[in-house]
């Protein structure tokens, strides 16, 4: 018989052709897809690498050797490659419909534990197939093993199986998201797991492992649910001597300025009695409670003193004689051209007052018109302009430091150019427009001066590339 006609040549000239150019194809196919970041890369490869070698294998055991396909080593091969194209259609299918799902869509939201779930199913009946088919099991008998098998594990298992189930239904009803907030009897935190027995919630001390079967049988709160603020109520003391209504003004201004509140939400401080008072903060998540909680205390501890108010009955006793003639000799008296004789006859020394700011706390607001000048006298002050829409995040101007001086617009009765906030704790002299503009008025050459530096800041405020501000 003529080569040609042989039955096992075309097979093994199609084996031989058509290996290679698959390989190179899917290779090239692999390569594309990993340059795209596309998650179907892993499979392209697990069949170039697996399943097409694997497949040419028993074409040319089978088709162009003659090896019957009842052979225990070609069933096996079959087996496993059938095992192979099931785990490749389900990684596939993950990759393709749940991997890539956009975020907020119900694939996305769809519990992990699900798709094991499913996994497993789909697999058990692709693995029962393959068996029915390569190896005539019967699937119905393989089935009632499995049942009667499945009521005795499930006997010895039942603690197990009901956290599962409990987990199933629980997820089922879907209660929660990962990424949740919830407050149950035994932690407050997030929940950054949910798997076959437990929910994993993630707690300001610590890692909280609580069983499936336990949060199903009590009640919790969803932090995160209706609503997406979180409100953060802040009780505070002062002084029975001290005006709620200046308390409650600082207490709201300070919460106001915390960069963990919610856009478009509004402190809001009311007087308990008692001297107490509360603000209540709208937060995006509970994750900033505890920031916010710190930021807010940290800042009323210094405004309270700079406005004379009596935090926790506390008496300001910081600036005294000492520090205020100190300041007046190493940062005013070079700024305001002032010598010894002229600074004791200034009175200035009457006038002024020692202030201090937390790190992060604003000392000046851009658009106000201030009604004194500050001195810096230790610390560093960073000069931030925002655009005219005011969307995007601040663009800076300069950082100020010790022998700097802010508020120079008060002599001139104008707004602020840009926002001052501190960048670590400054200390400040405060002089009223009042007691300084005697002095300025009769200093051409310092009135020379304080014009270029208001004319430098309003350069770099009206700059190419920053926002421009009415001066």
């Not at 009521?151 to 998201?177: C, D, K, R, T, Y």
């Amino acid at each position: 018989m003529s080569i040609f006609g042989s039955p096992w040549f075309y097979w093994a000239v199609g084996v031989v052709v058509g290996l290679p150019i698959g390989i190179v194809a899917l290779t090239e196919l692999q390569h594309t897809l990993i340059r795209r970041r596309s998650h179907l890369a892993r499979q392209v490869g697990l069949v170039r690498t697996f399943l097409l070698p694997l497949g040419a294998l028993l074409l040319l055991l089978v088709n162009a050797d003659g090896v019957p396909a009842r052979d225990t080593a070609v069933r096996i091969l079959m087996t496993v490659f059938g095992f192979l194209v099931l785990v490749t259609l389900l990684s596939g299918l993950n990759a393709t419909v749940f991997v890539n799902a956009p975020a907020g869509s119900w694939r996305k939201r769809l519990p992990v534990i699900f798709l094991d779930v499913a996994r497993f199913v789909l697999i058990g009946a692709g693995l029962a197939v393959i068996l029915s088919f390569v190896w005539g099991v019967r699937i119905a008998g393989l089935f009632t093993a499995l049942g009667v098998t499945s009521v005795v594990f499930g006997l010895m298992l039942q603690n197990s199986v009901g956290q599962i189930v409990s987990g199933l239904f629980m997820l089922f009803e879907q209660p929660f998201q990962i990424g949740d907030w919830i407050d149950t009897n035994t932690a407050r935190g997030r929940i950054v797991e949910v798997n076959w027995r437990s929910v994993h919630i993630e707690t300001g001390g610590g890692l909280r492992i609580t069983p499936n079967s336990v949060l199903a049988t009590m009640p919790f709160t969803n932090l995160s649910r209706p609503t997406d603020v979180h409100e953060l109520a802040m009780k505070t003391t002062f002084s029975t001597e001290d005006s709620p209504d200046r308390v409650c003004a600082l207490l709201t201004r300070i919460a106001s300025a915390l960069p963990q509140l919610k856009s478009g939400c509004m402190p809001e401080s009311v007087p308990l009695g008692d001297a107490e008072y509360c603000t209540t903060i709208g937060l995006s998540s509970p994750a900033d409670e505890d920031a916010a909680q710190a930021l807010f205390l940290r800042w009323i501890w210094y405004a309270a003193r700079r406005e004379g108010l009596h935090l926790d009955g506390a008496e300001d006793d910081f600036s005294t004689a000492e520090r205020v003639d100190q300041a007046l000799r190493t940062v005013v008296a070079p700024v305001l051209r002032l010598g010894e004789t002229d600074r004791e006859r200034s009175g200035l020394q009457a006038h002024g007052r020692m202030v201090r700011y937390g790190a992060g706390e604003i000392v000046e607001y851009a658009g106000q018109v201030p009604k004194s000048m500050t001195f810096i006298v230790s610390g560093r002050v960073h000069l931030v302009v925002q655009g005219d829409a005011d969307e995007g995040p601040p663009e800076p101007i300069s950082t100020l430091d010790g022998g700097s001086f802010l508020g120079l617009t008060a002599l001139t009765r104008q707004p602020n150019l840009a926002t001052a906030y501190a960048l670590e704790e400054v200390t400040a002299l405060e002089i009223g427009r009042e007691h300084l503009e005697h002095l300025v008025m009769r200093e051409p050459l310092l009135l020379q001066d304080f014009g270029r530096v208001l004319d430098e800041r309003r350069r770099k405020v009206r700059q190419p590339g920053l926002p421009r501000h009415e001066v």
